[in-house]
C-alpha cells in the first residue's frame, strides 16, 4: 500500500469516526429515515388482526420483514457466518423482493445484502464481498438515503474489499469518493450541534432557577 493511499484511509477513518462520535447525528439520522409512530408498538408476524388494524399495510409489511432480519441478524452478531449468509439469501432477500412497498423492500435488501458482505469481507471473499457492497449502492438512495452516514461507510467498505484484492487505485478513489461524501455529513452535524449549544444557553439564561420566567413582551421591549 503506498503512502498516499495509507494517509486516505487514516482520513477517512478519522472522518467516519466523527460523523459516530457527533450525539445529534442520530437525530439527523431519524429524520432521515422513515419511522414508525413513536405511539406504535414494532409490529411482529404473530400479533393478532385486531392489532394489525392500527397500521398501515406498509408498516405491517417491515414488520414481517424485520422479525426474519433480526433472527438472522444475531447469527451473524455470534460469528456464525455460514448460517446467517445462507438466511439471509433463502429468506429475507426472497421476502424483501415480493414487498410492494419501495421503503420495507430497499431497506431489508439494504440490511441483508449488508449482511452477507461483512460476512464475506471477515471470511477474506474479497471479490465477492466487494461485489455485495457495490449492489447495495442501488437500494441505499431510497433506504436509508445518501445523506446517512452509511453511505460514505459503505463506499469505505468497498475500498476495504479493494484492498483485499491489491486494486490499489480503485480503493484510492472509493475513499475519495467517501471522504468527499463524509465531510459535509460532518460539516452538517456540527451546524446542527452548534444551533442546540446556542438554543439550549441562551434557554438556561432566561429560566435560571429561583427567578421567574421572562415574558416576551418583556423580552421584546429590552430588545427595543
Not at 455470534?78 to 415480493?98: T, Y
Request: hydrophobic share 35%.
Amino acid at each position: 500500500m503506498g503512502p498516499n493511499l495509507s494517509t486516505i484511509v487514516s482520513t477517512a477513518a478519522f472522518s467516519l469516526s466523527a460523523i459516530f462520535c457527533l450525539p445529534l447525528n442520530v437525530a439527523a439520522q431519524a429524520e432521515s429515515r422513515p419511522q414508525q409512530s413513536e405511539h406504535k408498538p414494532r409490529i411482529k408476524a404473530h400479533d393478532s388482526v385486531t392489532v394489525t388494524a392500527n397500521f398501515t399495510p406498509e408498516e405491517i409489511e417491515e414488520g414481517k420483514l424485520n422479525d426474519i432480519y433480526q433472527s438472522i441478524f444475531a447469527l451473524q452478531q455470534k460469528g456464525d457466518c455460514e448460517v446467517a449468509i445462507q438466511r439471509f439469501e433463502s429468506e429475507v432477500l426472497p421476502a424483501a423482493e415480493k414487498s410492494k412497498f419501495d421503503v420495507p423492500r430497499n431497506k431489508f435488501l439494504f440490511l441483508a445484502n449488508r449482511g452477507i458482505a461483512n460476512c464475506l469481507l471477515k471470511q477474506q471473499h474479497f471479490q465477492e464481498a466487494e461485489q455485495r457492497f457495490q449492489k447495495i449502492m442501488e437500494y441505499l438512495p431510497v433506504w436509508p438515503g445518501t445523506d446517512d452516514s452509511d453511505y460514505p461507510i459503505n463506499l469505505r467498505q468497498i475500498a476495504t474489499a479493494q484492498m483485499g484484492q491489491q486494486h490499489w487505485e480503485a480503493a484510492e478513489e472509493s475513499l475519495k469518493k467517501s471522504l468527499s461524501v463524509a465531510d459535509p455529513q460532518i460539516d452538517k452535524a456540527l451546524k446542527i450541534l452548534s444551533s442546540h449549544e446556542r438554543n439550549t444557553q441562551a434557554s438556561s439564561e432566561v429560566h435560571k432557577p429561583g427567578l421567574p420566567p421572562i415574558s416576551p413582551s418583556f423580552m421584546c421591549a429590552k430588545d427595543g
